[in-house]
């Protein structure tokens, strides 16, 4: 891992910033290139317009996860780092809560669905959450709890991990989620081949990431622990596991009424 890979005279240029930067180009231009492939240009142009707009959403909404509901013991004590996001410490849960704020905000105002949107692109924002977790990894942040034993990562002095727990090796939690979210692009894809009802994709992709981010949460060294020894991360996955399951059931009903309104009487 490298947490700086030059400087510019005293400028560093991050690993975390590259990699963050090219996470958003490499999911954008999958979402892109989807929805030409599957000839939805009007939804293909509203994109390049929110492009800007849901970048600045999901880093308001994924640093304020990060600050107020994850690490506000930390923040409360070093008030100018909260907006030091070149630092690490971005949230992928509130980032697409942020997203999805300004998402709402734009169909609405261009009369457009939400849903198509948000299926379109489901695939782009997990592969771009995985490239996110090469960028904690390089950043020495997200990182797991003591192995216990004489595996694991150890990480190099000035990176949080290091400062947390000294020369202890940790459990790859963020190399694991990264993987994981791997494993769940290539499913998305494939359930791509498959007639689905709007919006389900979407509710997919995000119901299996927080269930596997509940999970590897256990291994987790670097959020404080609260009610049942969870994190806010495995309360946040909760809460959506549960609003998914909600919004799809409302989803079926709804098209179900919709497709009735249509027969003929």
Not at 142 to 170: Q, V
């Amino acid at each position: 891992m490298l947490q700086y890979l030059a400087f510019i005279g005293s400028f560093p240029i991050r690993s975390y910033s590259i990699l963050f930067v090219l996470a958003i180009i490499l999911g954008y231009g999958v979402t892109l290139t989807l929805a030409k492939l599957q000839k939805k240009h009007e939804l293909a142009n509203h994109l390049t317009n929110l492009l800007i707009p849901m970048m600045i959403g999901a880093i308001v909404g994924s640093r304020f996860w990060q600050v107020f509901l994850f690490d506000w013991g930390y923040y409360s004590q070093h008030l100018g780092e909260i907006i030091a996001i070149w630092h690490g410490g971005l949230s992928i849960q509130g980032g697409i809560v942020g997203a999805v704020i300004v998402a709402i905000w734009y169909v609405r105002k261009h009369k457009i669905s939400f849903w198509k949107l948000a299926d379109l692109c489901a695939p782009g924002l997990i592969l771009g959450q995985s490239i996110g977790r090469d960028a904690n990894l390089m950043n020495g942040d997200a990182f797991g709890d003591p192995t216990g034993g004489n595996w694991g990562i150890l990480y190099p002095e000035g990176t949080i991990a290091r400062d947390t727990y000294g020369d202890k090796p940790l459990y790859p939690a963020e190399v694991w989620e990264g993987q994981m979210d791997i494993i769940i692009f290539a499913l998305i894809m494939i359930l791509l081949q498959r007639k689905m009802k709007r919006g389900y994709l979407f509710l997919i992709t995000n119901a299996i990431y927080n269930a596997g981010r509940f999970m590897l949460e256990m291994l987790r060294g670097d959020t404080p622990k609260y009610l049942f020894q969870w994190t806010t991360a495995q309360w946040t996955a909760v809460g959506v596991i549960i609003l998914c399951i909600l919004a799809g059931i409302y989803l079926h009903y709804n098209d179900k009424k919709r497709s009735e309104a249509d027969l003929p009487n």
